[in-house]
């Protein structure tokens, strides 16, 4: 039987204790740990870009599971560079060549890795109530966790998982053909490269090319912005972070391209030459000569972007990796800053590093989400930070519809994606706090239900509209929270969507609570449970799949 950390009997929660200790032991087993620490961390790089190839040889990188693929990937290479740094030898002379021996273990060390995240992941969500225990035998134990069916959709649409079907199904947009232009710049970037034995290839910096990319990835990382570019980070402001972060994507957008148009070519992918190297000051000079951001700010973004054995859990958020020498020499494998989410990232960087700075940021998130609510409800009078009488909390939105006597009184909750599961607790309080925000503010009304209108924010008392909805609108994080009294938990998203597109308030809102914009168990996605073993312990636990055909 499943049981939840405080329901253990004593001698079940030392066997708990004693599989985890041995699952954080296996890393001794590793061939890996005995080459230099530069040379293993760059074979781990390689190796995770020869997964992303051969997963884009099979199905194309325009897929959901190209998408999870990435983003699992970007944790076990996080685990996997973690235990070579620590546990490798002493760096020496980088000799990135690509051997059958070194292969072989990478291969050992990046499955013993993707094992180890599946521990990290339970473990973590059964210390913090998350996750229930059914322990077999002292080396088997099989993870649950509680909850219901909607529950589960709630968890894969944190996951990324939509719905394939109707009103909120979501299209993956074409990926748009190179122009002329970029083709003729890359056809001639590649007849000047050279090259290095089988696996490798150089080609000197090509500007022409890079110049040609930035609009394309301009426009892609001004798309995927959320925040103001008047948003200050520290030493920079997001403006200058996302000029940044162009020259970045571009010189890995480039570098990602001709290694296939190099392959192409040669009949075999340039593996030695996958990863980037560089020293800081290279990377410094680079990125601001692209980006025209001072090198002093640029320096102080990668910075910010070096992974880190005690901060860094992913490589999405911090892609610049060390290798060895102090943190002077950076590889980078240029798939995970081309699939980020930029401005997510930086920010949980920044609340790491700087967490005052961090603080002032998230003062600003309820009003950017206020002023995203008003770009798509134009129709509708939409009212924000509407005051109440102490102790009752202030209405972050006010959204009324005379005509369809509709509305709508809201709380805005920009709460921030969980990385570990250690932190959802804490998310899914800050959900729960907005839910008895909204019991107070509509207990309230009800007992003055003529207090917006006296203040000339509605036509009418509030008693009075047929249809009354209190919504907590979160963006990034929730949980799912039963309707009551009025009172329901949505997504920012599916919100704006509906309210840009309906006919009135009544219809938008009443479209919303259908939920249809939850993905669908057994058409959008399914859970098996799938085993994982680490130093002889074996764990079982239940893993969300896309449903959509491969």
């Excluded at 004693?18 to 390689?46: K, Q």
């Excluded at 008047?230 to 920079?236: A, C, M, V």
């Excluded at 009294?485 to 009544?506: I, T």
């Excluded at 219809?507 to 098996?528: K, M, N």
């Amino acid at each position: 039987m499943a049981y939840l950390k405080n329901d253990l009997a004593s001698d079940i929660a030392e066997r708990l204790r004693d599989a985890e200790a041995r699952a954080d032991e296996c890393w001794r087993a590793l061939e890996l740990r005995y080459y230099p620490s530069n040379l293993a961390t760059w074979a781990v790089l390689s190796g995770g870009i020869k997964i992303v190839e051969r997963e884009q040889a099979a199905r194309g990188s325009n897929t959901p599971h190209f998408g999870a693929m990435l983003s699992n990937l970007s944790r076990l290479l996080a685990i996997a560079a973690k235990w070579v740094m620590c546990h490798g030898q002493p760096a020496a002379d980088l000799d990135s060549r690509w051997t059958g021996e070194l292969s072989t273990f990478v291969d050992q060390t990046l499955s013993l890795a993707k094992a180890y995240s599946c521990f990290e992941v339970c473990f973590q969500g059964f210390h913090k109530g998350r996750y229930a225990a059914d322990v077999s035998s002292p080396s088997l134990i099989r993870f649950s966790v509680p909850g219901s069916a909607r529950d589960r959709q709630v968890s894969a649409y944190q996951k990324g998982l939509r719905p394939s079907d109707g009103r909120f199904a979501t299209q993956r947009a074409a990926q748009r053909p190179q122009t002329p232009r970029v083709v003729d710049a890359f056809d001639r970037a590649l007849r000047a490269s050279r090259p290095i034995g089988s696996l490798r290839f150089a080609y000197a910096d090509p500007w022409d090319l890079w110049r040609e990319l930035v609009p394309e990835y301009s426009g892609r990382v001004m798309a995927l912005a959320r925040r103001a570019d008047t948003l200050s980070l520290g030493d920079y402001t997001l403006a200058e972070f996302n000029a940044f972060y162009v020259a970045l994507i571009v010189i890995c957008a480039a570098h990602d391209h001709l290694c296939f148009r190099w392959a192409q070519a040669q009949g075999v992918y340039p593996l030695e030459s996958a990863v980037m190297v560089r020293t800081v000051p290279e990377w410094t000079e680079v990125l601001s000569t692209l980006s025209g951001v001072t090198p002093e700010k640029c320096r102080a973004m990668i910075g910010d972007l070096t992974f880190s054995i005690k901060l860094s859990v992913d490589l999405h958020v911090y892609p610049f990796i060390p290798l060895g020498d102090a943190n002077k020499t950076l590889a980078l494998a240029p798939p995970f800053p081309l699939h980020s989410r930029h401005d997510e990232n930086i920010l949980r960087a920044c609340s790491q590093r700087r967490p005052h700075v961090y603080d002032v940021t998230s003062r600003e998130k309820e009003s950017e989400m206020l002023a995203a609510v008003r770009t798509v409800s134009g129709r509708y009078r939409a009212d924000g930070s509407v005051h109440l009488p102490n102790p009752v909390p202030d209405i972050d939105l006010l959204a009324v519809d005379e005509s369809s006597s509709t509305l709508v009184i809201a709380e805005l909750k920009w709460i921030r994606k969980t990385v570990r599961p250690a932190e959802i607790l804490d998310r899914d309080a800050d959900v729960l706090k907005g839910i008895g925000q909204l019991d107070t503010i509509r207990a309230y009304l009800q007992a003055h239900p003529d207090y917006l209108l006296v203040r000339g924010l509605v036509q009418r008392p509030v008693t009075e509209y047929r249809n009354v909805h209190y919504l907590l609108v979160a963006r990034d994080h929730w949980r799912w929270v039963e309707p009551h009294n009025d009172v329901a938990v949505v997504e920012f998203e599916p919100f704006a969507r509906a309210l840009g597109r309906s006919a009135n308030l009544r219809e938008a809102i009443g479209e919303l609570l259908t939920y249809d914009w939850l993905p669908v168990e057994g058409r959008d996605f399914r859970i098996q449970y799938d085993k994982a073993t680490a130093n002889s312990v074996t764990i079982e636990s239940p893993v969300f799949y896309s449903a959509a055909p491969p």
